[in-house]
């Protein structure tokens, strides 16, 4: 999963949003043009979207490249993360954003988490990274994580993240 430039991140999530291929809600047409600011354009009728549109990183300034960064970090991650890890990793400038991001990463992550679960073995039981928040700072919550469904779990958090009602914050 090498993400190293904002045209994978755009190229991975028009491969979740649409999984059957790409096409415009206009004219159906499936071929485009990636334009700057995260936004598609239809070749055939020229409508624009912006792709983080109603998602979680809608109104976040920050490339995709430094969300997914982040995502991968904490589902890969086998200590506990905290807002001032985020900062200092991510290299984010003040700690409330950490802070922010934080929050908004554990809505994102948790339930994709929560999901695999079901289906996953006793024994594969390991750390999951984040804690829990509101006024649970301190107790970690322990989920079963399996390494090699890192790929399948990041899918999950890209799909729910483009879902996501910013009411939730
Ligand atoms: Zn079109």
Same mark, same amino acid.
């Given at each position: 999963m090498p993400f190293t430039s904002e045209e994978d991140c755009i190229r991975y999530i028009i491969d979740v949003r649409w999984p059957d291929g790409y096409f415009c809600d206009n004219c159906k047409n499936s071929e485009y043009w990636i334009l700057s600011r995260k936004r598609l354009k239809c070749k055939k009728c020229g409508t624009i979207i912006t792709l983080t549109s109603n998602t979680a990183f809608e109104q976040s300034n920050?490339? =995709?490249?430094?969300?997914?960064?982040?995502?991968? !970090? +904490? $589902?890969?991650s086998d200590k506990s993360?905290?807002?001032?890890?985020l900062q200092k990793t991510l290299g984010l400038g003040s700690y409330k954003t950490a =802070?922010?991001?934080?929050?908004?990463?554990?809505? !994102? +992550? $948790?339930p994709p988490v929560i999901e695999r679960l079901n289906g996953a073995e006793e024994t594969d039981e390991i750390f999951f990274p984040l804690k829990e928040k509101e006024g649970n700072e301190h107790s970690q919550v322990n989920y079963i994580k399996i390494p090699e469904n890192y790929d399948s779990i990041f899918r999950q958090v890209i799909k729910h993240a483009l879902n996501y009602n910013q009411k939730q914050i």
């Open positions: 920050k490339s =995709l490249v430094l969300w997914f960064h982040a995502i991968r !970090l +904490i $589902i890969t993360i905290n807002a001032s890890d =802070l922010t991001w934080y929050h908004k990463l554990t809505s !994102l +992550i $948790i």
